[in-house]
């Protein structure tokens, strides 16, 4: 039963119950639990302590997400980059066993004719 009512007054709904200030002397309206302004003001602090740990875990849920999306992004261009490096050296064709090579002799005799065409 303790429990029960803990849980009621650490909760919003609790808010909702009918609530009076009795002062010593007065007699209550209905039947029920009487605390004590310390113990009152434990309860208080509980339920705002509950309210921010809830937001705290939403935050942490959130910040969990952002960084599993991350986590994602990075995995997929490591992935991206390792498929491009394969691409680079795996090269199978006339081109790029000897193109290259070709494309050097051929810019170097370029040059060295037109050098001798200035010279002359």
């Known amino acids: 039963m303790k429990y029960v009512i803990l849980l009621l007054l650490l909760t ?3 808010q909702a119950f009918n609530v009076k200030y009795l002062e010593v002397g007065d007699k209550a309206e209905f039947q029920g639990f009487l605390f004590e302004p310390s113990a009152e003001k434990k ?3 509980m339920d705002i302590e509950l309210d921010y740990q809830k937001k705290l ?4 849920e959130e910040i969990n997400k952002s960084y599993e999306n991350n986590q ?3 995995q997929t261009r490591l992935d991206n980059q390792q498929k491009q490096i394969v691409s680079l050296t ?3 064709g006339f081109f790029s066993k000897y193109g290259f090579f070709l494309l050097g002799c051929l810019t170097a005799t370029t040059v060295a004719f037109a050098v001798h065409k200035v010279t002359q």
Not at 57 to 60: G, M
């Open 57 to 60: 875990n939403v935050s942490l």
């Open 90 to 92: 795996e090269g199978n």
């Open 72 to 74: 994602v992004i990075m």
């Open 12 to 14: 919003n709904t609790a």
């Open 43 to 45: 309860f208080r602090f």
